[in-house]
């Protein structure tokens, strides 16, 4: 079993910064991709930015130029910084992460969910 453990959510001004994390610690032989995703009230769970195939980072349009994905891989720690955030940007962010278990099997595991509120 994983667990993601996430932090650094909370309520920003419009033109502000934040700085997520997601710890990901438990049974986890390799990480295979990070990333995260957000929900805002009454509608559906989005792709903020993320790994695909290990390295590459994958952004969402909307975030593209202010939000810059990383990854620590000797911690198993994926980061999200966000700059320049707007009012739009207001939602719970989820930490999203696939593992490779020892059989080869892929397995995907959601953090809890961190609010990020920004005021206009």
């Known amino acids: 079993q994983v667990q993601l453990v996430e932090s650094g959510g909370g309520l920003v001004q419009a033109g502000g910064s934040l700085r997520l994390s997601c710890a990901a610690a438990?049974?986890?032989?390799?990480?295979?991709?990070m990333g995260w995703y957000r929900q805002a009230p009454g509608k559906e769970r989005e792709l903020v930015a993320r790994?695909?195939?290990?390295?590459?980072?994958m952004y969402a349009d909307t975030v593209l130029g202010r939000f810059t994905f990383s990854r620590d891989n000797a911690k198993d720690t994926a980061y999200l910084q966000m700059s320049r955030l707007k009012p739009e940007d207001t939602a719970v962010y989820y930490c999203?992460?696939?593992?490779?278990?020892?059989?080869?099997?892929?397995?995907?595991?959601w953090g809890q969910g961190t609010q990020v509120t920004v005021s206009s």
């Open positions: 999203n992460v696939v593992v490779i278990g020892a059989t080869g099997n892929l397995d995907t595991y």
């Open positions: 790994t695909i195939g290990g390295s590459s980072i």
């Open positions: 438990g049974s986890i032989f390799r990480i295979h991709d």
